[in-house]
């Protein structure tokens, strides 16, 4: 798998300091070794990676599983969006059914209260 190695550790570095995760948590949430994780994160000597291996450590980066995948690639950071159809009407869903269960806590803690 050839491809742009420098601008897949730059993500993996910008995400996790924006998560605020360390490299063992990184391994923790992804499943990946941490010899692995160490060589994305840092660019070294970039090897054939198994496509399930970038997919893991996207979505341990709380990323679309292709994300990496696509800054390998060189493509643009919105096209993870644009390949996930329906993300924005699924967003607005979860919004909605949040939103539910913080009016269904509040009723609980106003009864509770009232007890």
């Given at each position: 798998?050839?491809?742009?190695?420098?601008?897949?550790?730059?993500?993996?570095?910008?995400?996790?300091?924006?998560?605020?995760?360390?490299?063992?948590?990184?391994?923790?949430?992804?499943?990946?070794?941490?010899?692995?994780?160490?060589?994305?994160?840092?660019?070294?000597?970039?090897?054939?990676?198994?496509?399930?291996?970038?997919?893991?450590?996207?979505?341990?980066?709380?990323?679309?599983?292709?994300?990496?995948?696509?800054?390998?690639?060189?493509?643009?950071?919105?096209?993870?969006?644009?390949a996930t159809p329906g993300w924005q009407a699924e967003a607005a869903e979860l919004r909605t059914l949040i939103a539910d269960l913080a009016e269904r806590v509040e009723t609980l803690e106003r009864?509770?209260?009232?007890?």
């Open positions: 798998m050839s491809g742009d190695w420098a601008a897949v550790a730059d993500a993996i570095r910008s995400r996790m300091a924006e998560l605020g995760i360390t490299q063992q948590e990184l391994v923790e949430r992804s499943g990946v070794s941490v010899s692995t994780i160490r060589q994305l994160q840092n660019n070294y000597g970039p090897r054939r990676r198994a496509r399930h291996t970038l997919e893991d450590v996207s979505k341990g980066l709380q990323w679309p599983a292709g994300h990496l995948e696509y800054v390998l690639d060189g493509r643009a950071a919105g096209a993870t969006e644009a009864k509770k209260r009232s007890h």
